[in-house]
């Protein structure tokens, strides 16, 4: 069970690291439109 345990713990960490990644990556996104329209 520990093992199993180990992979749910990996996998939530993995999640949460990506939603947070593509967080940082919509707002990097949405911010500098406004200076690159050309």
Known sequence: M???Y???VRISRFHKASLYAH???LSLNQSP??????
């Open 23 to 25: 967080f940082i990556l």
């Open 6 to 8: 180990d992979m749910v």
């Open 33 to 38: 439109s406004r200076d690159d329209v050309r």
């Open 2 to 4: 520990s093992g199993v």
